[in-house]
């Protein structure tokens, strides 16, 4: 396999997991998650390949758009970063990288970054909540 | 310049920009910044080439490494993922990514991103600061 070979399979491996992500496919989303899978961001740390999934559906609802601003591959790893807007009654604009790690085209780990400060002051003005009801994996 | 160079040229200013700004060398990273620069972070958002490094000992005073995981260069951008640790009086690891754009070999912008609410945190228990006390640019 060729280095371009090798960043083309990561590169549709990864566009397929987001596109999937974000149209709440969560079957194909999950497909792309390889054996040892870990994932982390901050409100969750979990080595289920689709845990972090958990509570899609409620992300999606407040989610107007995203917004690729940069997709870059390597041939096991990707950065893609990328701006989620989300709906007025949220407010929030969510800057965010996402690294990922594949083996043999399937993502072994996922580290999401963005700030979850804005998410935090929303959440103490809504009173306590159940974990699983965090919208923002 | 063919695809190769122009990625060689991007890895030589991103990684000169990185590496100076950690050893605090404000001049080398300024260095690397070209006209109509934009910087955008949790808690900073400058179009002046060195107002992000405004701060930069004091966020140097309290770093204890940093743990390059990933780059990956394009023709006209980049991506650092590091994790940024601090001395155990803070504790804070912080997950990092950074997005740089250049034109003709300079960063024209960055884009930082990670969780801003550990910093919220100590900065609330520390009680009302300055702006420019803000340790993390």
Do not use: C, K
């Not at 792309?32 to 961001?41: D, K, L, M, N, V």
């Not at 990922?100 to 999401?112: A, C, P, V, W």
């Amino acid at each position: 396999m060729t280095t371009d070979s090798a960043q083309a399979v990561t590169r549709r491996t990864v566009r397929a997991y987001h596109e999937a992500r974000f149209r709440g496919d969560v079957t194909t989303a999950a497909a792309q998650i390889g054996e040892g899978f870990r994932f982390r961001s901050p409100f969750i740390a979990s080595d289920n390949p689709t845990g972090h999934l958990d509570g899609l559906d409620g992300l999606l609802g407040i989610v107007t758009g995203v917004e690729l601003i940069s997709e870059l591959y390597g041939e096991t790893e990707a950065t893609l970063v990328y701006n989620v807007h989300t709906a007025p009654t949220v407010g929030i604009t969510q800057h965010t990288a996402e690294h990922f790690q594949l083996r043999n085209g399937r993502i072994t780990s996922i580290t999401l970054v963005f700030d979850s400060a804005p998410w935090q002051a929303i959440m103490a003005a809504a009173g306590p909540v159940h974990e699983e009801a965090v919208p923002m994996a």
